[in-house]
Antibody, heavy 120, light 108 residues
Framework: EVQLVESGGGLVQPGGSLRLSCAAS????????MSWVRQAPGKGLEWVAN????????YYVDSVMGRFTISRDNAKNSMYLQMDSLRADDTAVYYC?????????????WGQGTLVTVSS | EIVLTQSPATLSLSPGERATLSCRAS??????LVWYQQKPGQAPRLLIY???IRATGIPARFSGSGSGTDFTLTISSLEPEDFAVYFC??????????FGQGTKLEIK
């Protein structure tokens, strides 16, 4: 059974940092693109970043470019999102999502999410 | 960046009725359009990809159609568990992947 479990969310002050983790199981992690998608409270979905199977390609939405860094460790079946210079508008539930084998941009499995709250 | 506009924002129907949800793209996305369902407190669930292909385990009452800029998600006969928020998403022109703002399907 495919499972994605996010962790690392919490309350952080504006300008602070947080590192999210996504632990994957039930599939060959190293064969899939992976993404982070976020959802502000009561709002829609926003794709944040993704990373290729070998970590050699990474892409970001403009609003997080230069502040967030996506990475992965295939030996640990894990993906990470380092978030620096956090702002109030980064407050959201952050989901880890797997890109399906036919296309990186079709998200076939999602974790349950971890809440990040940026507030003083 | 491709903008996806979903309509209506809210759709009020009764169980057994037919639901038709629309998603319009600001430029052609070919058939690279995906639909998700999200229930309160849950992660999104993949329903339809590449405009019309049902994901594994999705009931046949869900169908998708369209290409280019205009897409439709149809639920032929609503079941109680279908009342949720539905999002469309394009993976034609990225980064970024973009989502519509969602359609809330509520019980009338």
């Amino acid at each position: 059974e495919v499972q994605l479990v996010e962790s690392g969310g919490g309350l952080v002050q504006p300008g602070g940092s947080l590192r999210l983790s996504c632990a994957a199981s039930g599939f060959t992690f190293s064969s899939y693109w992976m993404s982070w998608v976020r959802q502000a409270p009561g709002k829609g979905l926003e794709w944040v970043a993704n990373i290729k199977q070998d970590g050699g390609e990474k892409y970001y939405v403009d609003s997080v470019m230069g502040r967030f860094t996506i990475s992965r460790d295939n030996a640990k079946n894990s993906m990470y999102l380092q978030m620096d210079s956090l702002r109030a508008d980064d407050t959201a539930v952050y989901y880890c999502a797997r890109g399906c084998i036919v296309a990186a941009g079709i998200f076939d499995y999602w974790g349950q999410g971890t809440l990040v709250t940026v507030s003083s | 960046e491709i903008v996806l506009t979903q309509s209506p924002a809210t759709l009020s129907l009764s169980p057994g009725e037919r639901a038709t949800l629309s998603c319009r793209a600001s430029q052609s996305v070919s058939s690279y359009l995906v639909w998700y369902q999200q229930k309160p407190g849950q992660a999104p669930r993949l329903l339809i990809y590449d405009a019309s292909i049902r994901a594994t385990g999705i009931p046949a009452r869900f169908s998708g159609s369209g290409s280019g800029t205009d897409f439709t998600l149809t639920i032929s006969s609503l079941e109680p568990e279908d009342f949720a928020v539905y999002f469309c998403q394009q993976h034609s022109n990225w980064p970024p992947y973009t989502f519509g703002q969602g359609t809330k399907l509520e019980i009338k």
